[in-house]
């Protein structure tokens, strides 16, 4: 029987030692909490479509209507420059592209920060 190779024999251990350790407790929010962060979230998108817009010099309307929707699974820099590049119909600029990433880090920076903060009221 041919050995494994040697990351994934590493990965694996790593794997199995993780999965014997206590997750750690996360406490629910209240609905206060919760209406915080879907304030705060709602925020740090609107500024995230304002910025892209600003860059692309498209309505806002476009670039809102280009991001994912509820809870979708799928990166709103990276489905916003596609669409910013099908309406182009040539790819976008390096550094805009950058610019786009920069905007969604930021985004997910303050929706992250909205989080934490909301445990802590």
């Known amino acids: 029987m041919p ?17 014997g350790a206590p997750l750690a407790a996360v406490e629910p ?5 919760v209406a915080y962060v879907e304030a ?3 925020r740090a998108d609107a500024h995230f479509v304002r910025t ?7 309505p806002e309307a476009a670039i809102r209507k280009a991001m994912p929707t509820g809870s979708r699974i799928a990166d ?3 489905r916003v420059i596609a ?11 390096e550094e805009m592209r950058n610019q786009i990433v920069a905007a969604e880090a930021v985004r997910r920076m303050s929706i992250a ?3 934490e903060a909301a445990a802590k009221r």
């Open 29 to 33: 929010l209240t609905p206060g909490q």
């Open 40 to 42: 705060q979230t709602r």
């Open 52 to 58: 892209v817009a600003h860059l692309a010099g498209r």
């Open 113 to 115: 920060n909205a989080r």
């Open 83 to 93: 669409v910013l590049e099908a309406a182009r119909r040539e790819p976008l600029p």
């Open 3 to 19: 050995l494994l190779p040697r990351s994934f024999r590493l990965a694996l251990a790593l794997g199995l030692c993780l999965l």
């Open 76 to 78: 709103p820099a990276e």
